[in-house]
């Protein structure tokens, strides 16, 4: 009797630990390989063969297809550069440079990686139609209401996700550092 | 009592087994995954313009509304498949998948050098069974070989600003992807 108690224990022990092991890991997005720069953080060899098995699931349970290493990198940020989440109804400034690439793009999604409807239907910016101060350096800005300059609606959403993508970009899954960068910079401004 | 650690013991080994058994049978029991989701808008072997992502309707999450999408499925049952592509002006990748959405190559305008991008899509047996001289003539074509029978090509091209779309949208509709049935 015992046996077979201690047996059914384990059983459903198990089974809990194991299906809760795997819906955090994949709810969480866990992978191997990441390279993070600031507030960004990319997995440069989930668009090639060498993905690691977390990355396949997770790719395999959203839907989405990553970028191949042939094509760019593509760098997530789900916070500021000291951890504040970025929550749509403060006002992000993101400023700095970007690595060498010969076009980026920067988006930004909803927690499960759909635009954000916003009156002036932007959902981000490219490398050619940003505005830049001299030297190169650009800010743009990113929160509920509009700003001069390069502004990014977040419509207001409770948790955004900013998306940078480096397109024909030297930065490469052979070399990873990150001295790589410089990424830009996120830093929160105010909150309504 | 002395026995229920080691019962505990038995549920975090078996625990493991299981967490690692559906991490890594979860591509293949997915039904949500970007082939899946294509198989209902797109014919095999052809050629489909995706709709741009909006905040109502995206095709898949996190995509790249700078880009203009099209998308061959395919399938290599009958013969290798040949793909031409024309480049846009700014910038154009050709990203290959396999039926689980792992990106096994790409490559993009400029690493294709001329003012197409051409290509032989073909599975390791054909490309094992292709006659020699022809592999030769054959030089200037690249070959690429898919690990799986059936997978997605996707073509992207960059309108750098959003009045371009309509041009990128253009260079694109010349895709073709069509299969070369196999010389018996």
Redesign the interface.
């Known amino acids: 009797m ?1 046996l077979f108690f ?1 047996s059914c ?3 459903i ?7 809760g ?2 819906w955090v ?2 709810t969480r997005g866990v992978a191997f390989g990441a390279l993070t720069i600031g507030a960004w953080t990319a997995w440069p060899k ?4 060498d ?1 690691d ?2 990355a ?2 997770t ?14 990198v ?1 760098f997530y940020a789900r916070s500021d550069d000291v951890g504040n989440a970025l929550d749509g109804r403060c006002t992000f400034v993101i400023s700095g440079m970007t690595p060498a690439a ?2 980026w ?1 920067l ?1 930004l ?1 909803d927690g ?7 009156t002036i239907d932007r ?2 910016f ?4 940003i505005v830049r101060e001299a030297g190169g350096r650009f800010a743009i800005n990113v929160g509920p209401r509009a700003r001069p300059g390069n502004w990014l609606p977040s419509g207001g959403i409770e948790q955004f996700v900013l ?1 940078w ?1 480096l ?2 970009t030297p930065i490469g899954v052979a070399s990873l550092t990150t001295k790589e960068g410089p990424m830009p910079a996120v830093s929160r401004k105010s909150c309504s | 009592m002395i ?1 229920l650690p080691l ?2 013991l ?10 690692l ?4 049978a ?2 293949r ?2 039904t ?3 082939y ?2 294509l198989a209902q808008l797109t014919p095999v072997n052809a050629v489909v313009p995706l709709a741009a ?4 309707n ?1 095709t ?8 203009a999408v099209v998308v061959c499925r395919y399938d290599l049952s009958s013969g290798a498949l040949k793909l031409s592509a024309p480049l846009s002006q ?2 154009t ?1 050709v ?3 396999t039926r ?9 305008d ?2 294709a050098g001329r003012r197409a991008i051409e290509l032989d899509l073909m599975t390791p047996e054909q490309h094992a069974q292709m006659p020699e001289e022809e592999d030769v003539t054959a030089a200037d074509r690249l070959i690429i070989e898919s ?1 799986t029978r059936r997978g ?1 090509i ?1 073509l ?1 091209a ?5 009045n371009l779309m309509v041009m990128a949208r253009r260079a694109l509709a010349g895709t073709q992807c069509r299969i070369e049935p196999v010389p018996q």
């Open positions: 015992r201690g224990f384990t059983l022990l198990a089974a809990a630990i194991g299906l092991a795997t890991t994949l989930s668009g090639s063969v993905i098995p977390y396949r699931a790719i395999a349970r959203t839907g989405e297809l990553p970028i191949g290493t042939g094509d760019g593509a010969r076009y793009t988006t999604y499960k990686g759909r635009l954000v409807a916003n959902h981000g490219t490398s050619a139609e998306v993508r397109y024909d | 026995r019962w505990i038995g549920a975090l080994l078996l625990g493991g087994i299981v967490h058994s559906t991490v890594l979860m591509p029991a997915a949500q995954d970007a899946s989701r992502p909006s905040a109502q995206t898949m999450p996190f995509m790249d509304p700078a880009f700014a910038y990748s990203t290959f998948y689980n959405s792992v990106a096994y190559y790409a490559i993009n400029r690493a690990p997605l996707v992207r960059l309108a750098p600003e959003p």
